[in-house]
């Protein structure tokens, strides 16, 4: 199998990432490659499952890296399971059962960027109001289905997934799933800050969130982008 990268076909990651965002799916070689020591240590009490999965998307996002020119290194674990990127570069990574991504941007051209990727059954009932704020599931109830036999709240998931990993690396701040608010429009999609005691982008932050059904599969992406100085 092939690597993919943002400008392959097969998978929605050209439409979530704006250009200058370099993805790379886990193929085979990606998934059986071996981690460096310095990256080891940080699984070595893990079992295997998790192993391979942190093993691929370190892989995946190494050769986005050195894509974007970045040179060899390795991918620390960082405060709350964050990676910790080179200077001057910003990622995220997600694995799900049989799918792992990473996505990878200077920092010169994103402050941020959040990516999960999850399938694309329904959120369990039980866990629909633990995820999804009041307001955000009457919204949901006057929408017609997304695609793909997903629901509104599994997407609402993995949206907020996505911001969080967004967030996380520039406020060093934790959230839970009430703490923001995720409103749907067609492709897109805005998360607001439901609480006012946390930090929040600044009012002339881009954030943009973007989301895609493929395969058996739910995707989310965030970008947090500084507007130019005017
Ligand atoms: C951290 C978390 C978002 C990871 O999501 P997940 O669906 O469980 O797993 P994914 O495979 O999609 O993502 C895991 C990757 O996220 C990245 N990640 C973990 N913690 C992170 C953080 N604090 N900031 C940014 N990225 C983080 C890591 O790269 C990790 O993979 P790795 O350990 O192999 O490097 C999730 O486990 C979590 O703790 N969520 C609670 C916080 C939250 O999401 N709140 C939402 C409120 S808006």
Not at 81 to 100: E, N
Request: some cysteine; aromatic content about 10%; hydrophobic content about 35%.
């Amino acid at each position: 199998m092939k690597a993919r990268n943002a400008t392959a076909t097969e998978e929605p990651l050209e439409e979530l990432f704006p250009s200058g965002v370099v993805s790379i799916v886990a193929a085979e070689r990606h998934w059986n490659h071996p981690l460096r020591p310095e990256e080891e240590v940080f699984v070595s009490r893990a079992v295997s499952k998790r192993k391979r999965e942190f093993a691929a998307g370190r892989a995946c996002a190494h050769e986005a890296l050195s894509r974007l020119g970045a040179p060899p290194g390795f991918l620390p674990v960082g405060p709350h399971r964050a990676p910790v990127w080179p200077d001057g570069f910003v990622g995220s990574i997600s694995h799900t059962r049989g799918l792992c991504v990473a996505s990878v941007a200077r920092s010169s051209s994103l402050r941020s960027l959040g990516l999960d990727v999850e399938q694309s059954t329904p959120l369990p009932s039980e866990i629909v109001k633990k995820v999804c704020r009041p307001d955000e599931l009457s919204l949901f109830d006057q929408q017609p289905d997304p695609p793909a036999g997903t629901s509104w709240p599994k997407l609402c998931f993995s949206a907020k997934e996505s911001f969080f990993k967004c967030y996380f690396p520039v406020t060093t701040t934790w959230l839970g799933f009430h703490d923001v608010t995720v409103r749907f429009d067609n492709r897109d999609f805005e998360v607001s800050m439901a609480r006012q005691d946390l930090p929040s982008p600044p009012r002339e932050a881009l954030v943009k969130g973007r989301w895609a059904t493929h395969r058996e599969f739910v995707w989310t992406a965030v970008t947090w982008k500084e507007s130019p100085p005017s």
